[in-house]
């Protein structure tokens, strides 16, 4: 379970060829290795959203190269991204994206059915994850009903479904309070320790700060102002 990102000469631009076009992301060179978590940090409009969803294949760059474990990603047709997404990366999106109206089990299940796991077992990995996350007993809640912290830990399990060696979480404990910022960091804590690599936006100093953190990147106007390792980089 293991997958290296590289960014090598990265800038993306919105508006593009107009009057009022912007580079969200400027010249952005970055090694992650697999394993560990690192969080992205800087103000609002620094960069940070759209930097993951270049990394996590949800956006194409503008211009220069995004590699996986050594492959160009960056100019793959959609469907062949569409299926790389699905096997590598997880995500947790700011305001989670649950599907109102459906319930926890089948929010959770969505992101496998395109893979065409049969049911039953879909099934039973989505009520482990559950079980896992402390929601077994809201499996068939909708997800309207849910608390933050529950919405979170929704959100959590659905990034989870596919086994993906990478997790991206945009923003996590921006709707949450200390109480859960810490729940949330103790479930990051427990993925760190599977091996999976962990790639988290914040402005939170609780996330920035927290002793788990293996790195902190900071961006500003699209550009990486300082990269700190916080300790020895995973193995």
């Known amino acids: 379970m293991t997958a ?7 800038r993306k631009a919105f508006n593009e060829d107009r009057s009022n076009a912007f580079w969200a992301v400027d010249g952005v060179d970055l090694s992650l290795p697999a394993g560990g978590v690192t969080v992205v940090a800087g103000p609002s409009g620094s960069g940070k ?4 969803t270049l990394i996590g294949c949800l956006a194409r760059p503008t211009e220069g190269r995004v590699r996986l474990d050594g492959r160009d990603i960056s100019g793959l047709p959609e469907p062949f991204r569409a299926a790389l997404r699905r096997r590598t990366f997880g995500f947790v999106f700011q305001r989670f994206n649950l599907i109102r109206g459906l ?3 089948e929010n959770v299940m969505l992101p496998a059915y395109p893979l065409g796991t ?3 077992p879909l099934q039973r990995r989505a009520l482990e994850l559950l079980e896992r996350l402390g929601l077994e007993h809201r499996s068939e809640a909708h997800v309207e009903s849910l608390s933050g912290g529950e919405a979170q830990r929704t959100a959590i399990a659905r990034a989870l479904i596919n086994d993906p060696p990478v997790l991206i979480a945009d923003e996590p404990t921006a709707n949450l309070d200390s109480a859960l910022s810490r729940a949330f960091l103790e479930i990051v804590a427990a993925l760190r320790d599977e091996g999976r690599t962990l790639l988290l ?19 500003r106007d699209g550009r990486v102002i300082a990269d700190r390792a916080r300790r020895a980089e995973p193995r």
């Open 103 to 105: 319930p926890v089990l």
């Open 49 to 52: 959203t759209t930097l993951l």
């Open 201 to 219: 936006s914040s402005h939170d100093p609780l996330v920035r700060e927290a002793a788990i953190v293996d790195r902190v990147i900071e961006l």
């Open 118 to 120: 049969p049911r039953r």
């Open 4 to 10: 290296r990102v590289e960014l090598a000469g990265v």
